[in-house]
């Protein structure tokens, strides 16, 4: 339909043909009509809250069903140490529990306490505690997340005690702080864990028969407390069978009754037109006319709203016939379908291509930073903490040094008893590093040579670590149980930031590279070759 053909005269509107009856009628009809567009539109937000907390709750059932086993082992772990567990109150990320959980397994595996296994399922109490750590805090943002994503007030994940109607908020998405006595407080460094609540099963009713059921139910809790207004959805968590705990999910109401009311009332002015229709003499009139219209348009709009068929808006148009409000409605409505299935593709399309995107992101970061023999970061990461300690000095932060590391000997063991020996020479040396510098970033920034940027007590203790890493070292050769690979001799030299002579952190690099040239003549190490 050609829109600059379809013009309205006065005569065609349907506020001339209505304008007298209004008059008369609109101030009872509007009473009436409102309340029970109000009642109906309560009704009907319900139904809808209950869809879409539903395929919120859905959402995040799939993302844990996904982790399996290992999510009821983090839960079994949770119940019987969350009292013992002490977890950041404000972290943001988890990457720091992760890299203490890998710290913990190579600490286990390096001191032979480790007996295999990695996770839940690692025989080291230390390695499971820090990977419950890393496992909470990864479920706890994943919650909070979601709370921000879908714009709710509240989720989070229950575990019932059923014999008592306790509830466990086991992933609370609303963070409680725990004090020094172990209790819940208003300030702490530390999350309370285990927050328990009895729930009366008189008034949870839904969040109970939920449970007890183990299935969704078509209603909502309401609570009504010192955290608002809301209606909560609890979706029954089941993994291999095993019926776990509760996902909630809470939205906001009371801000929407009020806009529903608003709704209402505006809509009832409009509804009230149509009421009018009861006088007899144009009863008929308006029926064949005006009302089966408006009746095929409202069949079209419902059916488009429960099984969102994009082909709707031709079957509309075909419907349309005269030229009235009704016309030009069903001639938007049908434009509007048309420019949402456009729209919806267009963001589907967009939303996967982000998402591979900065998946594509993340690896290659990750893959440019860390070096792929220590594990440890590499020479383009060290030349990102260039850039940092430059801004540091810029801003007047003089207190750091470096400390330069060179493995003696590569090439001979390299010749002497393969590459793959020599690579075992260079990880050997990296653990002592990290072990004697374990406050400091450490470097490998070529094939056999590390760095150590010193700051805080390391730097501070910089000659101390550097005796205990040369009295280490010696340790190691005087082994007569270790293979000549694993006797490493390396020379360090290290240089703190002295105003007077360095202008640069690459000055204090240079001076602490001469200084451990200066150490490999001492040792008798230097290349030939």
């Given at each position: 339909?050609?829109?600059?053909?379809?013009?309205?005269?006065?005569?065609?509107?349907?506020?001339?043909?209505?304008?007298?009856?209004?008059?008369?009628?609109?101030?009872?009809?509007?009473?009436?009509?409102?309340?029970?567009?109000?009642r109906?539109?309560?009704?009907?937000?319900?139904?809808?809250?209950?869809?879409?907390?539903?395929?919120?709750?859905?959402?995040?059932?799939?993302?844990?069903?996904?982790?399996?086993?290992?999510?009821i082992?983090?839960?079994?772990?949770?119940?019987?140490?969350?009292?013992?567990?002490?977890?950041?109150?404000?972290?943001?990320?988890?990457?720091?529990?992760?890299?203490?959980?890998?710290?913990?397994?190579?600490?286990?595996?390096?001191?032979?306490?480790?007996?295999?296994?990695?996770?839940?399922?690692?025989?080291?109490?230390?390695?499971?505690?820090?990977?419950?750590?890393?496992?909470?805090?990864?479920?706890?943002?994943?919650?909070?997340?979601?709370?921000?994503?879908?714009?709710?007030p509240?989720?989070?994940?229950?575990?019932?005690?059923?014999?008592?109607?306790?509830?466990?908020?086991?992933?609370?998405?609303?963070?409680?702080?725990?004090?020094?006595?172990?209790?819940?407080?208003?300030?702490g460094?530390?999350l309370?864990?285990?927050?328990?609540?009895?729930?009366?099963?008189?008034?949870?009713?839904?969040?109970?028969?939920?449970?007890?059921?183990?299935?969704?139910?078509?209603?909502?809790?309401?609570?009504?407390?010192?955290?608002?207004?809301?209606?909560?959805?609890?979706?029954?968590?089941t993994?291999?069978g095993?019926?776990?705990?509760?996902?909630?999910?809470?939205?906001?109401?009371?801000?929407?009754?009020?806009?529903?009311?608003?709704?209402?009332?505006?809509?009832?002015?409009?509804?009230?037109?149509?009421?009018?229709?009861?006088?007899?003499?144009?009863?008929?009139?308006?029926?064949?006319?005006?009302?089966?219209?408006?009746?095929r348009?409202?069949?079209?709009?419902?059916?488009?709203?429960?099984?969102?068929?994009?082909?709707?808006?031709?079957?509309?148009?075909?419907?349309?016939?005269?030229?009235?409000?009704?016309?030009?409605?069903?001639?938007?409505?049908?434009?509007?379908?048309?420019?949402?299935?456009?729209?919806?593709?267009?963001?589907?399309?967009?939303?996967?291509?982000l998402?591979?995107?900065?998946?594509?992101?993340?690896?290659?970061?990750?893959?440019?930073?860390?070096d792929?023999?220590?594990?440890?970061?590499?020479?383009?990461?060290?030349?990102?903490?260039?850039?940092?300690?430059?801004?540091?000095?810029?801003?007047?932060?003089?207190?750091?040094?470096?400390?330069?590391?060179?493995?003696?000997?590569?090439?001979?063991?390299?010749?002497?008893?393969?590459?793959?020996?020599?690579?075992?020479?260079?990880?050997?040396?990296?653990?002592?590093?990290?072990?004697?510098f374990?406050?400091?970033?450490?470097?490998?920034?070529?094939?056999?040579?590390?760095?150590?940027?010193?700051?805080?007590?390391?730097?501070?203790?910089?000659?101390?670590?550097?005796?205990?890493?040369?009295?280490?070292?010696?340790?190691?050769?005087?082994?007569?149980s270790?293979?000549?690979?694993?006797?490493?001799?390396?020379?360090?030299?290290?240089?703190?930031?002295?105003?007077?002579?360095?202008?640069?952190?690459?000055?204090?690099?240079?001076?602490?590279?001469?200084?451990?040239?200066?150490?490999?003549?001492?040792?008798?190490?230097?290349?030939?070759?």
């Amino acid at each position: 339909m050609d829109e600059r053909k379809f013009v309205l005269k006065s005569t065609d509107r349907l506020l001339f043909k209505f304008a007298l009856i209004f008059f008369i009628f609109t101030i009872v009809v509007l009473i009436l009509c409102g309340i029970a567009t109000y009642r109906a539109q309560m009704k009907e937000y319900k139904a809808q809250c209950i869809a879409n907390v539903r395929s919120i709750g859905d959402y995040m059932e799939r993302l844990i069903q996904e982790k399996g086993e290992e999510f009821i082992d983090y839960q079994n772990y949770y119940m019987e140490h969350y009292a013992d567990v002490l977890i950041p109150y404000n972290f943001n990320n988890y990457r720091g529990a992760w890299r203490d959980y890998e710290r913990a397994l190579l600490e286990a595996e390096n001191s032979g306490t480790y007996r295999g296994g990695s996770g839940f399922k690692s025989t080291s109490e230390t390695v499971r505690k820090a990977y419950f750590k890393y496992y909470h805090e990864y479920w706890l943002l994943t919650f909070e997340n979601a709370r921000k994503a879908f714009n709710l007030p509240y989720t989070y994940y229950l575990v019932p005690k059923e014999d008592t109607f306790h509830m466990i908020y086991m992933i609370d998405g609303e963070r409680t702080c725990r004090g020094r006595d172990g209790k819940k407080a208003d300030s702490g460094d530390f999350l309370y864990l285990g927050d328990e609540y009895y729930n009366d099963p008189e008034v949870y009713k839904v969040q109970w028969s939920t449970w007890f059921t183990g299935e969704r139910q078509n209603d909502l809790q309401v609570w009504n407390n010192e955290w608002g207004y809301t209606y909560a959805y609890y979706t029954p968590l089941t993994i291999n069978g095993m019926k776990l705990g509760l996902i909630g999910t809470e939205i906001e109401v009371e801000e929407v009754n009020k806009d529903i009311l608003s709704t209402s009332l505006r809509l009832s002015a409009a509804i009230s037109i149509m009421l009018v229709s009861c006088l007899i003499i144009l009863l008929l009139f308006i029926n064949k006319h005006y009302i089966k219209k408006l009746s095929r348009l409202s069949d079209h709009m419902m059916e488009f709203s429960t099984e969102k068929n994009f082909e709707i808006a031709s079957r509309i148009l075909s419907s349309t016939k005269g030229k009235n409000e009704i016309t030009l409605l069903s001639y938007r409505f049908s434009e509007l379908i048309q420019e949402l299935s456009e729209y919806m593709n267009s963001l589907l399309a967009t939303v996967k291509e982000l998402k591979d995107t900065k998946q594509r992101a993340d690896e290659m970061n990750t893959l440019a930073n860390k070096d792929s023999l220590t594990g440890i970061r590499n020479k383009n990461a060290y030349d990102r903490e260039v850039l940092r300690l430059e801004f540091e000095l810029a801003k007047g932060c003089k207190k750091f040094g470096i400390a330069m590391i060179d493995l003696n000997f590569l090439k001979v063991i390299n010749d002497t008893y393969g590459h793959e020996h020599g690579n075992s020479a260079i990880k050997q040396l990296c653990y002592v590093v990290c072990h004697v510098f374990k406050h400091s970033p450490v470097f490998r920034v070529g094939g056999d040579e590390f760095v150590v940027v010193l700051e805080k007590d390391d730097y501070i203790n910089s000659k101390a670590l550097v005796d205990e890493f040369n009295s280490r070292l010696e340790k190691l050769a005087e082994d007569e149980s270790l293979d000549p690979w694993e006797c490493v001799s390396a020379a360090i030299g290290y240089a703190l930031y002295d105003e007077a002579v360095d202008k640069s952190v690459d000055d204090v690099f240079s001076r602490a590279d001469k200084n451990m040239y200066a150490r490999k003549k001492e040792m008798k190490a230097v290349r030939t070759s």
